[in-house]
């Protein structure tokens, strides 16, 4: 297994301090035709994100001097379309929650299965051309009193602004585009997510919570995004 060609040479910071962990992984990501840039410590992580250029970062949550949760929310601050990945021992939902609500884009826990890792970072990468089709468009959707931009992923609740994590912003768009039509956890963990697992299912629940959470009148009665008894979910934008 290879990235595809267009993937190859595209950059990777790894902050792990975990060093045969982190040396196989290099070892296994340069295989695949990725440049792999390795920082040991959270220090030096967030020194690499400031001078580096990066397609994708992989940040472990224990480090020294600065952990996954603040390096990942700085990631997010300054850069809503970069792809990041925490890769952990923490297995708990908590921990899982607070890595997606600081702008994480995926979850894996240690130990993992190295084919299924190769596929995430894969997928993450192949979202770049997502957003440059956005780009193209220009787009900005809106229903009810709400608005989405999806180019800066900045969103209009009446009053309420926010911004959306790429994650969220690809769910929404993907529910939009599938206006009406029931949609299982399935399809938008193949689609949204690009996996096949059917054990994540929970993961497209969490985020159908916090799409109603910004964007419902009340979260508890959605009329937006709706859940289908044994089927998934629908989005009934209305007019």
């Not at 997510?193 to 054990?199: E, G």
């Amino acid at each position: 297994m290879t990235a595809p060609d267009e993937l190859k040479g595209k950059r990777i910071l790894l902050i792990e301090d975990e060093e045969s962990l982190a040396i196989g992984l290099e070892y296994n990501l340069s295989e695949e035709g990725y440049i792999v840039d390795w920082a040991k410590n959270g220090r030096e992580g967030i020194e690499k994100i400031n001078t580096g250029n990066y397609d994708l970062i992989i940040v472990d949550l224990m480090l020294p001097y600065h952990d996954g949760f603040e390096i990942t929310k700085l990631i997010r601050s300054r850069d809503v379309q970069m792809p990041v990945l925490i890769l952990t021992a923490r297995s708990s939902n908590e921990d899982k929650i607070k890595g997606l609500d600081y702008g994480a884009d995926d979850y894996v826990v240690k130990p993992f299965n190295l084919k299924e890792l190769l596929l995430r970072i894969e997928r993450m990468l192949r979202r770049k051309s997502w957003y440059k089709n956005l780009e193209k468009t220009g787009e900005t959707f809106r229903f009810g009193n709400n608005r989405v931009n999806f180019i800066n992923l900045e969103c209009a609740a009446g009053e309420k602004t926010f911004r959306l994590t790429p994650k969220e912003a690809m769910l929404l768009k993907y529910l939009a585009e599938n206006s009406s039509r029931i949609i299982s956890r399935k399809e938008l963990l193949e689609n949204v997510w690009n996996l096949n697992s059917d054990v994540e299912t929970r993961t497209v629940d969490i985020f159908i919570s916090r799409l109603r959470k910004y964007f419902e009148p009340d979260p508890e009665n959605p009329v937006y995004f709706k859940s289908v008894r044994g089927a998934g979910y629908i989005f009934e934008p209305g007019n």
